[in-house]
């Protein structure tokens, strides 16, 4: 594998589950980046934003800090991994309390540049 066509983009802190991030992470794995877009800007899901953000930001990169060709681009990797969580408290009956949970979220996507449409999944 040839370092100088792939580019990645990463966002640590995103407010969702890894595993509802995951779900639609995996859909746009192995897409053309331009089908992956319309695919995003569509979705119905919350999070479909901040994906499309970190997908901008890394065709950034492989367009500005690599030279490589925007047409060309195909969404190689994408991992979701676990970050930070946050610990609230709610009160219940008797004098108790229950623990809530909000967790974050890590992402990564890595954009590479192919010359032939081996995987395209349009």
Do not use: C, H, Y
């Not at 877009?37 to 367009?63: D, P, Y």
């Not at 190689?76 to 967790?103: N, Q, T, Y």
């Amino acid at each position: 594998m040839n370092q100088n066509l792939i580019s990645t983009a990463k966002d640590n802190m995103i407010r969702i589950s890894p595993t509802k991030l995951s779900l639609l992470v995996n859909t746009i794995v192995n897409m053309k980046v331009s089908s992956a877009v319309n695919q995003l800007k569509f979705s119905s899901k919350r999070v479909s934003k901040t994906i499309l953000k970190v997908l901008n930001a890394a065709v950034a990169n492989a367009e500005n800090n690599k030279q490589l060709d925007v047409d060309k681009l195909f969404i190689k990797e994408a991992f979701v991994g676990k970050s930070l969580r946050m610990k609230r408290w709610r009160p219940r009956a008797k004098g108790r309390a229950a623990s809530i949970i909000k967790p974050f979220s890590k992402l990564t996507i890595i954009v590479e540049e192919r010359l032939e449409n081996k995987k395209d999944k349009l």
